[in-house]
T-cell receptor, first 114, second 110 residues
């Protein structure tokens, strides 16, 4: 069965510090991978998605970047965090169009920038 | 802008009552999905309804889809305190992205 991991679960970082959040998927090949951010009590904002190794699509211009160095690994990064980067970050995967339309989410990382 | 918008934003009911949440969207879709999120957790898929379907059931969940009105509803029957969570609709237009609404926060009082 498929499993999706995210770490760390919580993170407190000072403004201006770098960020690296990692997401890995087990039990599936060539998944579409997604990073979302969720502000407190709000919906999901799609940040990045990837349909293959090295292929990244950015949805919202911002202080963050994403990379996919391996088929089942998706990394969210920042060189210098801003206060506005605080939020709940969720990684998700799904199969390609026509394979499965359901998204499967990781447990999330709560990031607080101080 | 959000493709799906849920209504109401928040709902408080007594245990045993039914809970109905609505979702409206703007463009043609391939399917519409409902997800649940417990506080501080990831989203969990509940049910998917395709554009050529009008109603679907899963346990205590009933989803309807009206493509002419671009709307869907999620009914939870005989609610339990454990149903307390946020519920999101999400639409798939056939590409790589699934667009999520802002969610309805359901609180079921024991």
């Amino acid at each position: 069965s498929q499993t999706i991991h995210q770490w760390p679960a919580t993170l407190v970082q000072p403004v201006g510090s770098p960020l690296s959040l990692e997401c890995t998927v087990e039990g599936t090949s060539n998944p579409n991978l997604y990073w979302y951010r969720q502000a407190a009590g709000r919906g999901l904002q799609l940040l990045f998605y990837s349909v293959g190794i090295g292929q990244i699509s950015s949805e919202v211009p911002q202080n963050l970047s994403a990379s996919r160095p391996q088929d089942r690994q998706f990394i969210l990064s920042s060189k210098k965090l801003l206060l506005s980067d605080s939020g709940f970050y969720l990684c998700a995967w799904r199969g390609g169009p026509g394979i499965t339309d359901t998204q499967y989410f990781g447990p999330g990382t709560r990031l607080t920038v101080l | 802008s959000q493709q799906g918008e849920e209504d109401p934003q928040a709902l408080s009911i007594q245990e045993g009552e039914n809970a109905t949440m609505n979702c409206s969207y703007k463009t043609s879709i391939n399917n519409l999905q409902w997800y649940r999120q417990n506080s501080g957790r990831g989203l969990v898929h509940l049910i998917l309804i395709r554009s050529n379907e009008r109603e679907k059931h899963s346990g205590r969940l009933r989803v309807t889809l009206d493509t002419s009105k671009k709307s869907s509803s999620l009914l939870i029957t005989a609610s339990r305190a454990a149903d307390t969570a946020s519920y999101f609709c999400a639409t798939d237009t056939g590409g790589f992205k699934t667009i999520f609404g802002a969610g309805t926060r359901l609180f079921v009082k024991a």
